[in-house]
């Protein structure tokens, strides 16, 4: 962790690719410097101000995204809310959504900061985004490896699942979203 001092549970503050966010020491590991390449910096030792107000976002949170399906309902927009973000350093919320085609969200935004009165930024993710983000049991009882083991997902193919001797039938190789399972990916360089 570098100079920071921090123990297993401890609440920590980390740059993110969005943002300063509340994080909590889950486990320590020993690695290689080119494999730290994809964690967040940690800024320091989160305070309890900053816990607290890490609370208070999660409840503005639920509100946020109440008042955007609602205004997209209003907007008849052919796209699915899929979670409202505040961050402990920026006066914005971020909106993720999935959809089919290309949206057209301005009238959208417009709404949205007249009851908002900060900055909105709308997002479009993928299925496999959603799934990371949602998060869920997989077929095999635990977490979905994208939402509890990785934040960063890599690319599946179909011949992982052949290398690693699996049956090629869809249902058993395909997670909650529909792709090639994300584990099929972690597991691939033991095979």
């Known amino acids: 962790l570098g100079e920071l001092q921090a123990n297993l ?18 486990a320590f590991r020993e690695m290689e410097e080119e494999g730290t390449a994809n964690l967040p910096k940690l800024a320091r030792i989160a305070t309890e101000e900053d816990i607290r107000c890490a609370s208070e976002m999660r409840t503005r949170e639920q509100e946020a995204f109440r008042i955007c399906q609602k205004k997209i309902q209003e907007h008849r927009l052919e796209m699915k809310l899929v979670s409202a973000h505040y961050l402990l350093d920026d006066p914005k919320v971020m909106f993720f959504f999935t959809a089919d085609n290309r949206i057209d969200f301005r009238a959208l935004v417009k709404d949205l900061v007249v009851v908002f009165r900060i900055r ?3 997002r479009q993710i993928g299925v496999r985004d959603e799934a990371m983000v949602c998060g869920g049991l997989g077929m095999c009882g635990r977490d979905y490896c994208c939402h509890g083991i990785t ?27 529909g792709r090639l399972l994300c584990c099929l990916a972690y597991e691939y360089d033991f095979y």
């Open 151 to 177: 934040d960063k997902l890599r690319t599946v193919s179909i011949k992982m699942a052949k290398d690693q001797n699996l049956p090629l039938n869809s249902r058993k190789i395909s997670g909650a979203c």
């Open 120 to 122: 909105i930024e709308l």
């Open 9 to 26: 549970g401890d609440y920590v503050i980390a740059e993110t690719g969005h943002g300063l966010e509340l994080g909590q020491i889950a």
